[in-house]
């Protein structure tokens, strides 16, 4: 199954998705420090602050989550390039756990 | 007999559309087979049924021997096939699409996928993108990816769409190579006549989805030898005569004063009257 991802990776876009990991990650960590040391220093003082501050966070981890999935699963069926996947001798089901495994995988590193 | 391709009346169905409907399908070992039909007979649809692409209605492939279901697909590793258009990865390089190709096999030959693209003529390409490629050399990639891997049986659907008629010669003679010296056995399809009978051993003939007929060239040539024979004075103006007047196309000239009529449609007696 490793292998199977690993192979699902060397399919992708491999620059665009980190890079745009690496903006993810910019704006997600700057962002925080940013509201509370700058725009006002009530922010980092109460828990309901944060949770308002998290909110947004969440958003732009669900977008990021999307993108991959868009990349790893939408993007093979447009192109047709999943035929080709499933002309191969490996069951389909192994082949999407792969592909869920993989996208999940990246996600998390992420967060 | 030995068969590589069983299918045991095959039938499509797809939306209450009947789209191939009980083919008995043989394939033996070593051979050329050729399908012939019209856009939409459903030559493609079989195709895709063989390479494990989509799954039957009703009825079974079986692949050397063994039956291709959905959780047992061992015998598409022993299969290379190009269908209907080639799909590459195309952000990648050529090479990366090839070793992706490999590595899904469990293909470990480094030299194969430099010696599979001397075989098609296509060199120095390896780190170009697969998008920067022109149709006829996506083809040849294609014809690469399906034969790396040395299979017994490949599957090629419409191979020389998009090529140029010396790509089409190459093709051509590559495929008669590889049957000769691997002896790998292919499955052609096309729906040009001409194409097909100079590389097929056998013909298959679907229509609206049905397998009309199964033939051997040798068949149709031993069909075609019954032939009136003419001796004119002047070749010529009795061709013009036989062409325009009778609507005789199929005939050909032998020595000077011969000719030899195979369309036998007309009664010989209609032909001496004029």
């Given at each position: 199954?490793?292998?199977?991802?690993?192979?699902?990776?060397?399919?992708?876009?491999?620059?665009?998705?980190l890079s745009e990991m690496i903006i993810y990650w910019g704006v997600?960590?700057?962002?925080?420090?940013?509201?509370?040391?700058?725009?006002?220093?009530?922010?980092?003082?109460?828990?309901?602050?944060?949770?308002?501050?998290?909110?947004?966070?969440?958003?732009?981890?669900?977008?990021?989550?999307?993108?991959?999935?868009?990349?790893?699963?939408?993007?093979?069926?447009?192109?047709?390039?999943?035929?080709?996947?499933?002309?191969?001798?490996?069951?389909?089901?192994?082949?999407?756990?792969?592909?869920?495994?993989?996208?999940?995988?990246?996600?998390?590193?992420v967060? | 007999?030995?068969?590589?391709?069983?299918?045991?009346?095959?039938?499509?169905?797809?939306?209450?559309?009947?789209?191939?409907?009980?083919?008995?399908?043989?394939?033996?070992?070593?051979?050329?087979?050729?399908?012939?039909?019209?856009?939409?007979?459903?030559?493609?649809?079989?195709?895709?049924?063989?390479?494990?692409?989509?799954?039957?209605?009703?009825?079974?492939?079986?692949?050397?021997?063994?039956?291709?279901?959905?959780?047992?697909?061992?015998?598409?590793?022993?299969?290379?096939?190009?269908?209907?258009?080639?799909?590459?990865?195309?952000?990648?390089?050529?090479?990366?699409?090839?070793?992706?190709?490999?590595?899904?096999?469990?293909?470990?030959?480094?030299?194969?996928?430099?010696?599979?693209?001397?075989?098609?003529?296509?060199?120095?390409?390896?780190?170009?993108?697969?998008?920067?490629?022109?149709?006829?050399?996506?083809?040849?990639?294609?014809?690469?990816?399906?034969?790396?891997?040395?299979?017994?049986?490949?599957?090629?659907?419409?191979?020389?769409?998009?090529?140029?008629?010396?790509?089409?010669?190459?093709?051509?003679?590559?495929?008669?190579?590889?049957?000769?010296?691997?002896?790998?056995?292919?499955?052609?399809?096309?729906?040009?006549?001409?194409?097909?009978?100079?590389?097929?051993?056998?013909?298959?003939?679907?229509?609206?989805?049905?397998?009309?007929?199964?033939?051997?060239?040798?068949?149709?040539?031993?069909?075609?030898?019954?032939?009136?024979?003419?001796?004119?004075?002047?070749?010529?103006?009795?061709?013009?005569?036989?062409?325009?007047?009778?609507?005789?196309?199929?005939?050909?000239?032998?020595?000077?004063?011969?000719?030899?009529?195979?369309?036998?449609?007309?009664?010989?007696?209609?032909?001496?009257?004029?």
């Amino acid at each position: 199954m490793v292998k199977l991802m690993e192979l699902e990776w060397r399919k992708l876009r491999r620059k665009l998705i980190l890079s745009e990991m690496i903006i993810y990650w910019g704006v997600l960590m700057f962002l925080p420090m940013f509201f509370i040391k700058m725009v006002s220093a009530e922010f980092g003082q109460s828990y309901s602050t944060i949770i308002q501050l998290m909110m947004p966070m969440q958003l732009g981890f669900v977008l990021f989550g999307a993108s991959l999935i868009n990349q790893v699963v939408i993007d093979e069926y447009k192109n047709k390039t999943i035929s080709l996947s499933f002309g191969y001798p490996i069951s389909r089901k192994k082949l999407v756990m792969a592909k869920a495994l993989l996208s999940h995988f990246l996600f998390s590193f992420v967060r | 007999m030995d068969y590589v391709v069983k299918t045991n009346s095959l039938t499509k169905k797809i939306k209450g559309k009947l789209l191939v409907s009980n083919v008995n399908l043989h394939i033996k070992k070593g051979e050329i087979y050729g399908f012939l039909g019209q856009n939409g007979a459903g030559k493609t649809t079989i195709m895709k049924m063989l390479t494990g692409i989509l799954s039957p209605t009703t009825g079974e492939v079986e692949l050397f021997g063994q039956k291709l279901t959905k959780t047992e697909k061992s015998g598409l590793k022993r299969i290379g096939s190009i269908i209907e258009y080639p799909i590459f990865f195309e952000h990648l390089t050529a090479m990366e699409n090839l070793q992706l190709h490999c590595e899904y096999l469990g293909f470990y030959d480094k030299k194969a996928i430099t010696q599979a693209l001397e075989m098609v003529h296509l060199t120095g390409i390896e780190d170009k993108i697969v998008s920067d490629f022109s149709l006829g050399m996506k083809q040849r990639l294609g014809i690469v990816r399906a034969i790396i891997t040395k299979p017994e049986l490949i599957i090629l659907d419409e191979p020389t769409n998009g090529l140029d008629p010396i790509g089409i010669k190459d093709i051509r003679d590559l495929i008669r190579m590889l049957n000769r010296e691997y002896g790998i056995t292919f499955l052609l399809s096309s729906h040009i006549l001409g194409e097909i009978e100079q590389v097929a051993d056998r013909i298959g003939v679907i229509k609206d989805g049905k397998l009309v007929n199964e033939v051997t060239l040798a068949d149709i040539s031993k069909q075609r030898t019954d032939y009136i024979e003419i001796v004119t004075k002047d070749v010529e103006k009795s061709i013009y005569l036989l062409e325009y007047e009778l609507q005789i196309s199929n005939m050909k000239i032998v020595q000077d004063n011969r000719i030899r009529i195979y369309d036998l449609t007309l009664p010989q007696s209609e032909i001496s009257k004029n």
